[in-house]
């Protein structure tokens, strides 16, 4: 019952600026923390930066400065702001979320949630 869905993929010019939002939906008691990753074709799914629930973040080195991560609580959304994209910033990007959920009777379970993945396309 639980969803996160991504948005704002595509095509841009090396240089360019998207915007890509995530939006957790279901049963959720809590977000404790939300993040993206990305794979590009033949590489491990890497992490390009992750928030916790207090608003701490972590970059990886390859997108400081030209990343941004925020959240949104009350709308259960997370956002990547890609500024100054490169080529080798192509890739599927994934929201993942670290969630409190509730299962019904009262129980509740944490776990980690997956996103379907966006393209992100830069050409050079």
């Known amino acids: 019952q639980v969803q996160l869905v991504e948005s704002g993929g595509g095509l841009v010019q090396a240089g360019g600026s998207l915007r890509l939002s995530c939006l957790a939906s279901?049963?959720?008691?809590?977000?404790?923390?939300m993040g993206w990753y990305r794979q590009a074709p033949g590489k491990q799914r890497e992490l390009v930066v992750h928030i916790t629930n207090g608003g701490s973040t972590n970059y990886a080195d390859s997108v400081k400065g030209r990343f941004t991560i925020s959240r949104d609580n009350a709308k259960n959304t997370v956002y990547l702001q890609m500024n100054s994209l490169k080529p080798e910033d192509t890739a599927v990007y994934y929201c993942n979320a670290d969630l409190l959920t509730a299962q019904g009777m009262g129980i509740t379970r944490r776990d980690d949630y997956w996103g379907q993945g966006t393209q992100v396309t830069v050409s050079s």
């Open positions: 279901g049963t959720i008691l809590s977000i404790n923390a």
